[in-house]
C-alpha cells in the first residue's frame, strides 16, 4: 500500500468496513494492538476505526523501523563528530593540530574577503622551553607544553581559535581583531605564560613567549599570513636576546 504525502490513511483503504463489521472487530483490534495503536491513530489524525488490524500492523511496524532507523543515523553522526574532532585535535595537546588551524586561518580569511571584516593571526614561541628539556627531560617540557595550552585557551573566546604549529609554538586566530588589539592580547597571553610557574615534580618550571602578530585581511593569503605572523615573532624574540 503506497501512501503519498499528506494523504490520510483512511483515503487508501479501498472501502470502508461497514458499521457492523467494525463494531464486531473493534474488540479483537484493542486486545491485539492495545493502547500504543489507538496513540498510533491519534497520532497520525486517524481514528483507530478506521485502520483494519493489517493496517495497524503495517503501521506500527514501519514506525518501529523508522525509530529504529533514526537512532541508528543519530549514532552514526555522534560517531562522525566524534571522529571530525579527533582529526582536527593535537595528538597531546587539547588545542587543534596544524592542519585545523590552517582551516581556521581560511575561514577568517574568507570571513574578511566577503564581509570586509578583518581577524588576527598571532603566532607564538616559547622561551626557555629547551632548558627544561635537558634539565628536567621530555616529560616536564611535555608539562609545560600542556600548561601553556591550558593558559591560551582560557584566555580566548570561544570564537577564536587556538593550535600547535610544531614543536613549543603556538597560533592563535583572533577573529573579528584588529592588529592593534591582537598585539595587546598576545602581549598579556605572553605576560601570563611567564608569571604562572608549572610545577612539576617539585620543581617550579617557568617558560616565557615571543610573539608576531599579522592581519588576516582582504588580499592576504594563508601562507603570507603565516610566513609574516613567523617573521614578526622571530624578530621580537632575536631584540628580546639582544636586550
Known sequence: MRIRSGQSVTGAVSAPASRTEREK??????????????????????????LTPNVQRALLSLMGEVDQLRKDTDALRSKVRELETLADRDVFLPVLNRRAFLREVSRALALAERHDAPSALV???????????????????DAALRAVADILVAHVRETDAVGR????EFGLVLTLTP????????????????????????SELRVGA??????????????????????AMYARKAASARA
Request: proline share 3%; aromatic share 4%.
Open 210 to 231: 615571543a610573539w608576531g602578530v599579522h592581519p588576516i585581511e582582504r588580499g592576504v593569503s594563508v601562507e603570507t599570513a603565516m610566513n609574516q605572523a613567523d617573521a
Open 165 to 168: 604549529l610544531g614543536g613549543d
Open 25 to 50: 472487530t473493534s474488540g479483537a483490534r484493542s486486545s491485539r494492538a492495545g493502547a500504543s495503536v489507538s496513540d498510533t491513530a491519534s497520532i497520525m489524525g486517524v481514528p483507530q476505526n478506521e
Open 123 to 141: 603566532y607564538m614561541d616559547l622561551n626557555g622551553f629547551k632548558q627544561i628539556n635537558d634539565t628536567h627531560g621530555h616529560a616536564a617540557g
Open 179 to 202: 592588529a592593534g588589539q591582537a598585539e595587546h592580547k598576545a602581549g598579556e597571553l605572553a605576560e601570563t605564560i611567564a608569571n604562572t610557574p608549572i610545577l612539576y615534580e617539585g
